[in-house]
């Protein structure tokens, strides 16, 4: 995928590591046990905020990415506090997906 580049980065005993990079955003790979999920999580409301590109919190961020999700039927576990939005998605790709809507809403220039 363009923008996107796998990594050697691990914390690997606390089931931890970098899956890759995509747009500048990290996508975590989480291991509980035999359960695999990937994380996309940060305080995304406020970087869209500095770029004047969102008005809300990451609560508001958090309901307009899950009516999105929802509508293109993708399944992804949400939460959000007031300084971070945390997704997990149980493959790669949703995740790469999770990024790329929010690089629609403006978090990174297209032309980069």
Request: hydrophobic fraction near 40%.
């Amino acid at each position: 995928m363009p923008g996107s580049r796998p990594s050697t980065w691990t914390a690997g005993a606390n089931g931890l590591s970098l899956a890759e990079v995509c747009s500048g955003v990290e996508i975590i790979q989480v291991k509980k046990g035999k359960k695999t999920a990937f994380e996309v999580s940060g305080d995304f409301a406020a970087e869209l905020h500095r770029r004047r590109r969102f008005d809300g919190n990451n609560g508001d961020l958090e309901d307009e990415l899950s009516a999105v999700a929802k509508r293109a039927k993708k399944r992804i576990q949400w939460s959000s506090e007031a300084d971070s939005l945390v997704a997990q998605a149980a493959d790669l790709a949703t995740a790469r997906w999770i990024v790329e809507q929010l690089v629609k809403k403006g978090l990174r220039d297209t032309a980069s």
